[in-house]
């Protein structure tokens, strides 16, 4: 990992993905900052609703006057019954379908607006957003909101590359498949998904890692991860 990252905020470290790359890099950082909704283990917390503008901007006030090296956006949600036979797209609500996009792609776009002048203190801010292989071509899973969310993502971080081009802020989004956290790992166990073999979390971190360790001269704009095993 890049040795000039002291600065560091994800954003869904209480569960999931985001707890276990807290985790991986509370000792590895020298001021980590953790957001969610429920309390992190790991770092300093701020509880937040990212969906909620004024807890936007309250979460990025602890970076005024400050740098931030690393953005890590890795929350997100999904519909009701997302990835079983018992989705159905026509009875799930509008105020679901508009909380899924506010969460997933609203809320990371407005999360960098705020934060252009903390990462443009960094000497090589890295800006990294978990996406998904369901917002790739032609790989759309039925969650209508949760594809839509995924893909725009990616149209996001392509147009913020290209906008904020002169502050060398290096935007990378990893599409993974299923990682291998608890919440994962049950719905295999209790057969919600078809058996499988998840990725291990350790192979996301290796890639996030790798982003991170990349010089203020190049970034990983895109990086796919899928499974080998897949049922």
Known sequence: MNKL???MLIVGGSRGIGLAVAE??????????????TRSPFGNWIEADVAINADLDRVCAAFEN???????????????NAFTADYDF???????????????LIAPIKFVKRLIPALERSPNPKVIFIGSLSGLDHQA??????SASKF??????????IELRQTAIGFTVINPGNIATPEVLNDIASETFPSQI?????????VIDCSLSLSA???????NLAQTKTG
């Open 141 to 146: 899973s039925r969650e209508v909101a949760n």
């Open 198 to 206: 998840p990725i291990p979390l350790s192979d996301l971190i290796a």
């Open 24 to 37: 991986h890099y509370h000792t590895k950082v020298e001021n980590l900052i953790c957001v969610s909704r």
């Open 217 to 223: 001269d190049s970034y990983l704009p895109e990086v």
């Open 66 to 80: 400050r740098s931030l090296d690393a953005l890590l956006y890795l929350g997100g949600i999904w519909e009701k």
């Open 90 to 104: 026509a009875n799930s609500s509008d105020d679901e379908i508009d909380r899924v996009i506010a969460v997933n």
């Open 5 to 7: 990252i002291e600065q």
């Open 152 to 161: 725009g993502l990616r149209g996001a971080a392509q147009a913020l590359a």
